[in-house]
Nanobody, 123 residues
Framework: VQLQASGGGLVQAGGSLKLACILS????????MGWFRQAPGTEREFVAG????????YYAESVKGRFTISRDAAKNTVFLQVNSLKPEDTAVYLC?????????????????WGQGTQVTVSS
């Protein structure tokens, strides 16, 4: 399974971006999709997750109300709409896939990772 993330860029504070993650195929190991982010010198941080089967979503407290995760099953694609961006949102955003729903916020729960897309927010 391969994941390809795209959509990052440089935006001013308050701006928006729409990130996309395309999966090469769906399997029993891709039941849950997650977006994480990692800034230099920091640990990988959970941002949002979504279940393919029923669309149930999960969010980190720091992004609730600003970020929205969604999926398009026909296109094997997961999206992350990021609004009201802040400089502290600057990071590489990575998409990932996991078999199980529990421990959805832990990077170790995910089996597959994309290469990431850079989001930079200027003040």
């Amino acid at each position: 399974v391969q994941l390809q993330a795209s959509g990052g860029g440089l935006v001013q504070a308050g701006g928006s971006l729409k990130l996309a993650c395309i999966l090469s195929r769906l399997t029993t190991s891709t039941n849950l999709m997650g977006w994480f982010r990692q800034a230099p010198g920091t640990e990988r941080e959970f941002v949002a997750g979504i279940r393919w089967r029923d669309g149930v979503t999960y969010y980190a407290e720091s992004v609730k109300g600003r970020f929205t995760i969604s999926r398009d099953a026909a296109k094997n694609t997961v999206f992350l709409q990021v609004n009201s961006l802040k400089p502290e949102d600057t990071a590489v955003y990575l998409c990932s896939a996991a078999r199980h729903y529990d421990n959805y916020a832990m990077p170790a729960s995910y089996h597959y990772w994309g290469q990431g897309t850079q989001v930079t927010v200027s003040s």
